[in-house]
């Protein structure tokens, strides 16, 4: 199993995107000393310039905060590689990409508890493994009309969701929110737990309504899911007829394996704040404070 990157001229074609578009943005990046030009793709560029909405402007605000974001957030973007700590989340959870798409064309991510025991869940670890893996999935697909997730509680308990802290939901949310370069469409979250309305209330103050307006919640497992997703594309544990849990936990680990290579090149496209035009930005400029230690939740 290799990566195999989508061939770019697919992606002009598919994105409705020009290589006089990608010239335009690639002439920009170069009279930005701080951002990594040189390890930028054209690839990147598409994918940022597509879920701009094909706005150069857009796409040059996306680019710079993204890069900055993957610089200033460390416990999800410093050093990414398939080492022993996430091995062992892969291995816990489930993120794998559905084989069939919605109506729509919208990529299907399902995301599944494989190990129930709260000792071994790190909220931060499982953020960086959901993020690599989009990360992968774009670079062999390319752009999508947009992306659908769903989150599978069932699993999950109170002492889970006891250590999840308001930096990494702060940092997580701000980043799906303002600088992932996709098209978020829809949040599907399935047998949410009777807390669930105590960790929205937390979450909220991070939240813009665009993003509150994408949730869909089912109460009921996977009855009412069929209606809206393709049910039949599921692992067959749960309701569908495709493989089970534990063929795709072993896929996407075999998957991610092979990434070496790709994230070795990825984790050069970080930001030298120091030659940065202007003002330099830290994190304190972004969330209006300074960078510090956050209570854990408390779940009644």
Same mark, same amino acid.
Request: net charge negative; glycine share 4%.
């Given at each position: 199993?290799? /990566? ?29 000393? $701080? ?10 560029? @598409?994918?940022?310039? $597509? ?20 610089? /200033? ?33 919208? *990529? ?5 508890? *494989? ?9 931060? $670890? ?9 990360? *992968? ?11 659908? *997730? ?13 250590? @999840? ?6 940092? @997580? ?38 993003? @509150? ?88």
């Amino acid at each position: 199993m290799v /990566l195999k990157e989508i061939p770019i001229q697919e992606e002009y074609e598919k994105g409705n995107v020009s290589p006089q578009d990608v010239e335009k943005l690639r002439q920009w990046l170069k009279t930005q000393p $701080h951002l990594p030009e040189k390890h930028i793709t054209d690839l990147d560029i @598409i994918l940022a310039y $597509h879920s701009s909405n094909r706005s150069i402007e857009v796409a040059k605000q996306l680019m710079d905060l993204n890069y900055s974001l993957r610089t /200033l957030f460390m416990a999800y973007f410093q050093e990414r590689s398939f080492d022993t700590t996430i091995k062992r989340t892969f291995r816990n959870t489930l993120f794998v990409p559905l084989p069939e798409r919605t109506k729509d064309g919208c *990529v299907v991510m399902y995301c599944h508890c *494989v190990n129930g025991d709260p000792n071994e869940f790190d909220v931060a $670890h499982s953020i960086k493994a959901f993020l690599m893996s989009i990360d *992968v999935l774009q670079y062999e697909t390319g752009t999508w009309p947009g992306l659908e *997730v769903v989150i599978n509680f069932d699993g999950y308990t109170t002492g889970h969701m006891a250590k @999840i802290d308001l930096r990494n939901v702060q940092q @997580i949310l701000y980043y799906l929110q303002e600088a992932i370069p996709l098209k978020l469409k829809k949040l599907h979250l399935l047998n949410a737990p009777s807390y669930f309305d105590r960790l929205m209330t937390i979450m909220k103050p991070f939240v813009k309504n665009e993003m @509150i307006s994408l949730l869909e919640f089912y109460t009921d497992g996977f009855k009412n899911i069929g209606k809206l997703l393709p049910l039949e594309a599921f692992p067959k544990d749960v309701g569908g007829n495709y493989k089970t849990v534990a063929e795709l936990n072993e896929e996407v680990f075999k998957k991610l394996e092979t990434a070496q290579t790709f994230f070795a090149e990825e984790n050069k496209k970080r930001v030298v704040e120091s030659l940065r035009p202007g003002k330099v930005k830290s994190y304190a400029d972004i969330f209006g404070g300074v960078e510090g230690s956050f209570k854990k939740l408390e779940i009644d």
